[in-house]
Nanobody, 127 residues
Framework: QVQLEESGGGSVQVGGSLRITCATS????????VGWYRQTPGKEREGVAI?????????ADSVKGRFAISTNVASVGSKFYLHMNDLRPEDTAVYYC???????????????????WGQGTQVTVSS
């Protein structure tokens, strides 16, 4: 059973940095596409950063050069991360980790973008 659990969200000031983590279980993470999406009230979930099963990365234009996705593959307890730098108020959102044995689309919007989701973690950027 695929399980995803985010941690590390919180409040940070403009220009600050934060790392959020997705702990995985129940599937071979290195064979999946995994990534991060975010959602704000009244808007659809949107792609932020994705890493595919060949370790290629994809980023939304709004976060390129500021955010980085990375993985830590282990026999048990693989994780992946979103390193966020130079945070802006518009980065405030609930961040969800996602996993797909097929393809995740950075341009996809909505809950149907992934068959598997974590419960979400709030990131708040304040000035």
């Amino acid at each position: 059973q695929v399980q995803l659990e985010e941690s590390g969200g919180g409040s940070v000031q403009v220009g600050g940095s934060l790392r959020i983590t997705c702990a995985t279980s129940g599937f071979p993470m290195h064979r999946y596409w995994v990534g991060w999406y975010r959602q704000t009230p009244g808007k659809e979930r949107e792609g932020v950063a994705i890493i595919d099963n060949e370790r290629y990365t994809y980023y939304a234009d709004s976060v390129k050069g500021r955010f980085a996705i990375s993985t830590n593959v282990a026999s048990v307890g693989s994780k992946f991360y979103l390193h966020m730098n130079d945070l802006r108020p518009e980065d405030t959102a609930v961040y969800y980790c996602a996993a797909d044995p097929g393809v995740l689309d950075i341009g996809c919007n909505g809950d149907s973008c992934s068959p598997y989701w974590g419960q979400g973690t709030q990131v708040t950027v304040s000035s």
